[in-house]
């Protein structure tokens, strides 16, 4: 058991994102450029650091969806927007939920967001789960599921098996997306669960495919 995980269960609590993040990175899963920080002093630094724009997350062991708590501020372009997210971001404290943090993300914008997770179902165990994202996950249902561990090969075949594919091949004159990075992700992923099988959900959404690579804007684990 990885101990991010082993300390979350002994604390009775899912893992904070900036401990999910850590955990992908573990199973060789690429995160972007992040800083965990708790004074405005520290928000200030990590925007300057990460490059402006950037986006700003609380960090809450109360808070599982984000932006439905008002909990996310994006697109960050100077220090004054910084200072008032910050402002804004710990007063949820005054709502009754429990601050550990802030989470400060370099700001990606994408036309295609994709989603990437698990559920471990009872028949089969870790199904892996690859799909459209953001709004579109439950307005389309275009997913394609598969059962851990993936082969590169199955991966692949999952990308291709949902009805919106052709997005990621570009086209009027948006660059192709990485797929290879999204299948490796997808493989990586299903190793990681099964040898964390506390892990009792994923969910990273939005996941916004690059020429190069892949942006995990935001990532939540279950346990």
Do not use: C
């Not at 086209?171 to 997808?186: Q, T, V």
């Amino acid at each position: 058991m990885h101990l991010l995980i082993e300390r979350a269960k002994n604390e009775g609590r899912h893992l904070l994102e900036p401990e999910a993040l850590d955990l992908l990175r573990d199973y060789s899963i690429p995160v972007p450029k992040h800083r965990f920080i708790h004074t405005e002093t520290e928000a200030l630094e990590a925007a300057r650091g990460l490059g402006l724009p950037v986006v700003m997350k609380v960090v809450s062991r109360d808070i599982i969806h984000k932006t439905e708590a008002g909990g996310v501020v994006t697109n960050l372009r100077d220090e004054r927007h910084v200072r008032e997210a910050f402002a804004h971001l710990t007063s949820l404290e005054k709502a009754g939920y429990a601050v550990q943090g802030i989470l400060v993300y370099p700001f990606e914008d994408s036309q295609v967001e994709l989603s990437v997770g698990m559920l471990r179902d009872a028949q089969f165990g870790p199904v892996i789960t690859f799909g459209l994202g953001g709004i579109w996950i439950e307005v389309l249902q275009d997913i394609a599921y598969g059962i851990a561990p993936l082969s590169f090969e199955e991966a692949e075949e999952m990308i291709q098996s949902i009805r919106s594919h052709a997005i990621l091949a570009g086209g009027r004159g948006k660059r192709p997306s990485d797929r290879k990075a999204l299948s490796e992700l997808l493989v990586h992923l299903s190793r990681m669960v099964m040898k964390e099988e506390d892990i009792r959900e994923i969910d990273l959404n939005p996941v916004f495919p690059l020429e190069r690579g892949f942006f995990i804007a935001d990532a939540r684990i279950l346990l």
